[in-house]
């Protein structure tokens, strides 16, 4: 009977740690994803940093402060909330064009050194 019961219990965990790798994995291929739609688009990731703090998306000419000394101002509104997220600056290869993802997604607006 106890053997059945640590059975049932190593399955469990296994299980548990099975469907937690899937979820991890997924996360990575959608974050993937992003990125490669980007490339396919002519954008290449220039700079990896993230919010200085508590982020609670965009409002117009709102300032968000990036650990790396640039200071994101937004030309839209959007909201969403995290605290210190990723931020990728993507610069197109051909134009020039600048796009800022946080938490994978776009923000329009403008970067500017502190």
């Known amino acids: 009977m106890e053997k059945k019961a640590t059975t049932k219990k ?13 979820l991890v994995l997924i ?4 974050y993937a994803g992003v990125r490669e739609d980007y490339a396919h688009e002519g954008y290449a990731v220039i700079a990896k940093t993230r919010v200085d703090g508590e982020f609670e998306g ?22 969403t909330y995290g605290y210190m997220p990723e931020v990728l600056i993507l610069k197109h290869v051909t134009n020039g064009d600048t796009k800022v993802l946080i938490k994978e997604r776009e923000f329009r607006g403008k970067l500017w050194r502190r």
Do not use: H
């Open 27 to 30: 996360a990575i291929t959608s």
């Open 58 to 79: 965009c409002d117009f000419d709102k300032r968000i402060p990036l650990k790396n000394g640039l200071v994101f101002v937004c030309s839209s509104y959007s909201y």
């Open 10 to 22: 190593r399955n469990l965990m296994m299980k548990s740690a099975l469907i937690g790798t899937i």
